[in-house]
């Protein structure tokens, strides 16, 4: 695992506005608090080993069969797994820049890398360009290897069209990764789910660990999954101030931004650092965003930012601003 994942909010004691998330963070999750105040009986046994309340849930949402759905504790966790489980493969292609989590799995059970690896690894929309595939896309690239992993985890982050989960199970080599976290604005809760056709997820669920889902979470889930809502209100207003910032920031001298569909979007810096930049802003102005220096193909120019309330962005560009003119 590597230091320096978005949000390293725990480093600092006085950030006011957080950039670092790729998570929503407008969400009032009032409702949740209380529901899960009045179940923490539930931390007096031992929950269901699989979650397969939750699987079901999520099963009939999707469309597919609860043996097509397994529920992990969170997306990485589903990385791990099926790096373990397929470590037999030998080789994998990652397509980068991207999480670097896929990376480090491959490392750890002794993946060799090629670009015409068995596993490839693919995050749709892309952390952190925030650049999307189309399915007719993912499609052709799952033709090219044994299997796929589609990183989903930001699905609910765009307007654009991907792969669902009816369509992927459809595919005898192609697996889907969900983040409850990001769906529902709820990183702490640990919460996520893979989707795969029944024999792929069987085997993967002869690598898990029993009790995976603690009881909490596991009443989180099957509590939010009932309500049918995910954590943006109005995604597409969201995405146009995301639009806006990124157009802002580009018009100060130095600052160049790319391209995104999603929420986040990747900048670069002229003049310095942008492990430079995020003490400044941190330090002088309580705002947090992300050195992106340590995603693999990246320079030490590269940060990335995600979109939060007008007044908030407002005030980034004002700071950056005050960087770059000082």
Same mark, same amino acid.
């Given at each position: 695992?590597?230091?320096?994942?978005?949000?390293?909010?725990?480093?600092?004691?006085?950030?006011?506005?957080n950039?670092?998330?790729?998570?929503?963070?407008?969400?009032?999750?009032?409702a949740?608090?209380?529901?899960?105040?009045?179940?923490?009986?539930?931390?007096?046994?031992?929950?269901?080993?699989?979650?397969?309340?939750?699987?079901?849930?999520?099963?009939?949402?999707?469309?597919?069969?609860?043996?097509?759905?397994?529920?992990?504790s969170?997306?990485?966790?589903?990385?791990y797994?099926?790096?373990?489980?397929?470590?037999?493969?030998?080789?994998?292609?990652i397509?980068?820049?991207?999480?670097?989590?896929?990376?480090?799995?491959c490392r750890?059970?002794?993946?060799?890398?090629?670009?015409?690896?068995?596993?490839?690894?693919?995050?749709?929309?892309?952390?952190p360009?925030?650049?999307?595939?189309?399915?007719?896309?993912?499609?052709? #690239? %799952?033709?090219? $290897?044994?299997?796929? @992993?589609? *990183?989903? !985890?930001?699905?609910?982050?765009?307007q654009?069209?991907?792969?669902?989960?009816a369509?992927?199970v459809?595919?005898?080599?192609?697996?889907?990764?969900?983040?409850?976290?990001?769906?529902?604005?709820?990183?702490g809760?640990?919460?996520?789910y893979?989707?795969a056709?029944a024999?792929?997820?069987?085997?993967?669920?002869?690598?898990?660990?029993?009790?995976?889902i603690?009881?909490?979470?596991?009443?989180?889930?099957?509590?939010?999954?009932?309500?049918?809502?995910?954590?943006?209100?109005d995604?597409?207003?969201?995405?146009s101030?995301?639009?806006?910032?990124?157009?802002?920031l580009g018009?100060?001298?130095?600052?160049?931004?790319?391209?995104?569909?999603t929420?986040?979007?990747?900048?670069?810096?002229q003049?310095?650092?942008?492990?430079?930049?995020?003490?400044y #802003? %941190?330090?002088? $102005?309580?705002?947090l @965003?992300? *050195?992106? !220096?340590?995603?693999?193909g990246l320079?030490?120019h590269?940060?990335r930012?995600?979109?939060?309330?007008p007044?908030?962005?407002?005030?980034?560009?004002?700071?950056?601003?005050?960087?770059?003119?000082?």
């Amino acid at each position: 695992m590597i230091e320096g994942h978005g949000d390293d909010l725990y480093r600092y004691d006085h950030i006011k506005m957080n950039f670092s998330s790729n998570i929503y963070n407008g969400t009032d999750l009032t409702a949740l608090q209380t529901y899960l105040s009045s179940r923490m009986d539930v931390v007096r046994s031992y929950p269901e080993p699989s979650a397969a309340s939750l699987e079901r849930l999520i099963a009939g949402e999707c469309g597919i069969s609860a043996e097509e759905v397994l529920v992990t504790s969170g997306a990485v966790d589903a990385i791990y797994l099926i790096a373990q489980a397929y470590r037999h493969e030998g080789t994998c292609r990652i397509v980068r820049p991207t999480f670097r989590e896929y990376e480090d799995a491959c490392r750890v059970f002794g993946y060799q890398e090629s670009e015409d690896g068995a596993l490839c690894w693919l995050c749709n929309p892309n952390n952190p360009t925030g650049s999307v595939m189309s399915p007719s896309e993912v499609m052709a #690239l %799952a033709a090219r $290897h044994r299997l796929l @992993i589609v *990183d989903q !985890s930001y699905e609910d982050y765009t307007q654009a069209p991907l792969l669902t989960p009816a369509e992927a199970v459809q595919c005898d080599n192609i697996i889907v990764l969900h983040s409850m976290t990001k769906r529902y604005a709820v990183p702490g809760l640990r919460l996520g789910y893979i989707t795969a056709p029944a024999a792929i997820i069987a085997r993967l669920r002869e690598q898990y660990r029993p009790w995976a889902i603690n009881a909490l979470s596991l009443e989180a889930g099957k509590w939010l999954v009932g309500r049918g809502q995910t954590a943006i209100p109005d995604l597409p207003s969201y995405l146009s101030e995301t639009q806006r910032l990124r157009q802002t920031l580009g018009g100060i001298e130095g600052i160049d931004t790319m391209e995104t569909s999603t929420n986040f979007f990747l900048c670069t810096i002229q003049g310095a650092k942008a492990s430079e930049l995020k003490e400044y #802003l %941190a330090c002088e $102005h309580g705002i947090l @965003i992300r *050195d992106a !220096s340590n995603f693999t193909g990246l320079t030490p120019h590269h940060f990335r930012i995600a979109t939060q309330s007008p007044t908030e962005n407002d005030a980034l560009v004002a700071a950056i601003g005050f960087f770059q003119y000082n």
